[in-house]
């Protein structure tokens, strides 16, 4: 599942091509895949293009929004004709991600669970939704078909993410906050930082890598976390975050290679997928086990 460096980094590829665009029309192929009156945006304008926890929230003319859940396999892929336009060059994203594609008259931005629908000829099978715009197209494809499209008003939309605890790169979340999460549980420490109610963006990749920097079992009970750990825990959760987003997230190993594309996080990983191998701080030898249900790296001699 695309975690908040992933998403972050879909954000700010479509900001760039999305704003001032007017939404034509709407096609649903799955009506699971999409909630709430596809008519009710038609015609209208794209303010924003926001990101809160793991989920993109398109922001419209007429206080109405586009809210959406990549899940597990999600992906979004814009597509423009290019064929006698400037638009390719003048609205080139700043973000060097791996997420552009080039064909001869066609521009690609594309984001989310990587395969071949990246690059090849939609609507694809995989296609659940259809959002047509002045210049192009946005295609919201979903392999598993567990994302979903979700069209709210403004008070929906505040209901919606509130639902969220602080985003882990946000002032709100600092050492206090975690302090306070932490010291009410006594589940896992990993558990409580997965929560999406409780910190928003973390998902297992980062926080495997986030207790390993801060150098905490994941398996420790939370209320036993100690005060100096907490401190270590947040800087080291918002440092592995920022690197992601700076590398334009992971693109694991289970996802379908596609020319080289997507994020660079996972050549950078300190932990995570690395079971058996030496750990680079003591030269303990590296565990996976399940912990809340995810798969679990970390090093037993280190991380106490």
């Known amino acids: ?7 972050e980094t879909i954000r700010r590829q479509l900001v760039k091509v999305l704003v001032g665009q007017k939404i034509k029309k709407i096609k649903v192929l799955r009506k699971k895949s999409l909630q709430g009156d596809s008519l009710k945006v038609g015609g209208r ?36 004709n290019t064929e006698g336009s400037e ?24 984001g989310g669970h990587p395969s071949s629908d990246w ?15 002045e210049k192009g197209t946005l295609f919201f494809n979903d392999m598993r078909g567990f994302g979903w499209i979700k069209i709210m008003g403004e008070e929906e939309k505040e209901i919606e993410i509130n639902k969220f605890g602080p985003d882990v790169n946000s002032r709100q979340f600092n050492f206090n906050y975690l302090k306070q999460v932490l010291k009410n549980s006594g589940r896992a420490v990993k558990v409580i930082i997965l929560d999406q109610h409780k910190i928003g963006g973390i998902g297992n990749i980062y926080a495997n890598d986030g207790l390993y920097l801060a150098k905490i079992n994941p398996k420790k009970p939370s209320n036993k976390v100690k005060e100096d750990e907490i401190k270590r825990l947040c800087k080291a959760l918002k440092v592995v975050i920022k690197k992601g987003i700076k590398l334009g997230g992971a693109s694991e190993r ?20 690395r ?4 750990c680079r701080r003591c030269k303990g030898i590296i565990k996976k086990e399940k912990v809340g249900g995810r798969g679990t790296y970390y090093c037993p001699r280190c991380q106490k």
């Open 1 to 7: 599942m695309p975690e908040l460096p992933e998403v």
């Open 45 to 80: 304008r794209i303010k924003k293009v926001e990101r809160r926890a793991k989920l993109l929230v398109i922001a419209l003319t007429g206080k109405q929004y586009l809210m959406i859940h990549l899940k597990m396999t999600g992906q979004l892929v814009y597509v423009v």
């Open 87 to 110: 638009l390719a060059l003048r609205d080139r994203p700043d973000v060097k991600s791996g997420l552009e594609v080039r064909n001869q008259g066609e521009y690609r931005i594309v």
């Open 119 to 133: 690059v090849g000829k939609l609507p694809s099978r995989h296609t659940r939704v259809i959002i047509e715009l």
């Open 254 to 273: 289970n996802f379908i290679h596609v020319d080289g594309m997507g994020g660079s996080y996972q050549k950078h990983f300190l932990i995570y997928g």
């Open 275 to 278: 079971d058996g191998k030496k």
